[in-house]
């Protein structure tokens, strides 16, 4: 495993990380919370140390299970969490539809310490503001309450963690140049770039440390599907559209040279990808079972990806893979369903 520095700060964290959402809201099939639990310890014997989670997964639940599965650890691992969605007072929703969102000061010291009573722990690494807008991003006193957090020692440091549908390009642009921030979480892969690589010059303008998340686009660049995957009822990727499944099996096939002859799978080459920038520090897999886990954690060993073979992707970025866009979907709202990417985070 290899370790980067994540923007200024002072965390070093695994290239391969942890998104604790996989194994705490159920989004991927039923798993146990022993299940989870040693699935968490698992990866640190990967040599994972840094993992991703939110006080909204499971309704707490990612921030419990990381506490379960590493009570003598803490030291030794780097936590992230999220805060910015009022789950407290509403708790029921429709689907995945989207909570009511509370960034006052008030409620941010709030979710803090609830966030430290589940983690059992005294700081939290890394604090993100979950799916900000701009309004959030040009509140001075959010970002006064988060400094505060800091000279206490709850917080080591704060960053953003954007979503597909609800604050993206212009927001981590914002946070990056207003707030300098240190960390900004965003989705990217070879299937989805945009509006991912358009953060890179603006990170590399202001220093800011990017970690990516959903590098394999619901797992289309792993070895899992051969053909349109159809999920089970309940898995969020049943929400996707047959349009978009399509187009991304066609542009799969672009890829398969990749993994072929090269030391490396295709889910490797993904993460590869992602790592090939220098401002990402680190990426966000789905690790939903113990081979998942032990495939993307082997990737920061398999070999890097080529000058030919980063040339030959440009170039498929640049015509669309060679595959016809086709007529357009009706899109889902925003506020009731996500988006193609499968992933508010």
Known sequence: ????????????????????????????????EDEGAGLLQQSLHEGITFYDTADTYG?????????????????????????????YSFQARAGHRERPQNFTPQFIRYACEQSLLRLKTDYIDLYQLHNPRMEHIHSDEIFATLQDLVREGKIRHYGFALGPDIGWFEEGAEAMRLRRAPSVQIIYSLLEPDPGRAFFPVAQETGSGLLARVPHASEILTDKFVDIPRFEPGDHRALRRAQWLRQAMEKRKQLLFLAEGTGRTLAHAAIKFCMAQPAIAAVLPNIASEADLKEYAAASDAPDLTPDELSRIQELLDHNYYVEEGPREELRSSRTAPSPTGSRG
């Open 59 to 87: 309704e707490g639940l990612g921030e419990t299970i990381l506490a379960k599965a590493f009570p003598k650890e803490r030291n030794n691992i780097i936590i992230a969490t999220k805060f910015g969605y009022d789950f």
């Open 1 to 32: 495993m290899k370790y980067h520095r994540l923007g200024p700060t002072d965390l070093n964290v695994s290239e391969v990380a942890f998104g604790v959402w996989t194994v705490s809201t159920g989004w991927w099939g039923k798993m146990t």
